[in-house]
């Protein structure tokens, strides 16, 4: 898993938890629903501003979407965790 399918996971996740499709996430971000789904398919870098529209529209915060996600600054490469079973 890369730490793009970890933050997909924990997006998808969150959506779910909150009971709004992505339509609806894209209404509350001002974001169109492709732009939601890039993400979650793990095909697209998200943007500061969208991270924080994306957690405030959830709920939740920053930290929480990136959750299981690092940078290991000794070998200079991102780690990512596999979720817990949800």
């Known amino acids: 898993m890369t730490p793009k399918e ?5 997006l998808r996740r969150h959506r779910v938890t909150v009971g709004i ?6 209404e509350r971000t ?3 629903r492709t ?3 890039l993400p979650r398919a793990g095909r697209a870098r998200t943007r500061f501003a969208t991270l924080l ?4 529209a959830l ?3 920053p ?9 290991d600054h000794e070998r200079r490469r991102f780690t990512v965790e ?5």
């Open 35 to 37: 732009e939601i789904s």
């Open 30 to 32: 001002e974001l169109h």
């Open 53 to 56: 529209k994306l957690a405030g």
């Open 59 to 61: 709920g939740t915060t």
């Open 21 to 26: 499709s992505q339509e609806e996430l894209g």
């Open 63 to 71: 930290n929480a979407l990136c959750e299981g996600t690092g940078w």
């Open 6 to 10: 970890r933050f997909a996971h924990n």
């Open 82 to 86: 596999d979720p817990p079973g949800d």
